[in-house]
């Protein structure tokens, strides 16, 4: 079993910024992508973004890109946010995927964390 921990998560100003890791307990993690997500109270959980095993490929939902940036060290993920907005106030998930390819769909992971919780004030 892989542990996912999720930390940096906190209370900013619109506006402001955040960065978000998850450490991982496997090697194994080197080698797959993994992937952000986030769930609002009353929401689905929804697709953040996916960064490939080797970190050369990224993809993004459309509310954040241009804002946040994915990045991986081996088995830790990174999601700086930047620019933050209230809507983005959220649970924030990180996962492992299945392949070291990216993904958008929550299928496409194995191992999850807990969430790290992100509030954006108005």
Same mark, same amino acid.
């Given at each position: 079993?892989?542990?996912?921990?999720?930390?940096?998560?906190?209370?900013?100003?619109? *506006?402001?910024?955040?960065?978000?890791?998850?450490?991982?307990?496997?090697?194994?993690?080197?080698?797959?992508?993994?992937?952000?997500?986030?769930?609002?109270?009353?929401?689905?959980?929804?697709?953040? !973004?996916?960064?490939?095993?080797?970190?050369?490929?990224?993809?993004?939902?459309?509310?954040?890109? *241009?804002?946040?940036?994915?990045?991986?060290?081996?088995?830790?993920?990174?999601?700086?946010?930047? !620019?933050?907005?209230?809507?983005?106030?959220?649970?924030?998930?990180?996962?492992?995927?299945?392949?070291?390819?990216?993904?958008?769909?929550?299928?496409?992971?194995?191992?999850?964390?807990?969430?790290?919780?992100?509030?954006?004030?108005?």
């Amino acid at each position: 079993q892989v542990q996912v921990t999720e930390s940096g998560g906190g209370w900013v100003q619109a *506006g402001g910024s955040l960065r978000l890791s998850c450490a991982t307990s496997a090697r194994t993690s080197s080698n797959n992508a993994m992937g952000w997500f986030r769930q609002a109270p009353g929401k689905e959980r929804e697709f953040v !973004a996916s960064i490939s095993w080797n970190g050369g490929s990224t993809i993004y939902a459309d509310s954040v890109k *241009g804002r946040f940036s994915v990045s991986k060290n081996r088995a830790t993920a990174f999601l700086q946010m930047n !620019a933050l907005k209230p809507e983005d106030t959220a649970l924030y998930y990180c996962a492992v995927g299945r392949s070291s390819c990216t993904g958008r769909d929550s299928g496409a992971y194995t191992y999850w964390g807990q969430g790290t919780q992100v509030t954006v004030a108005s």
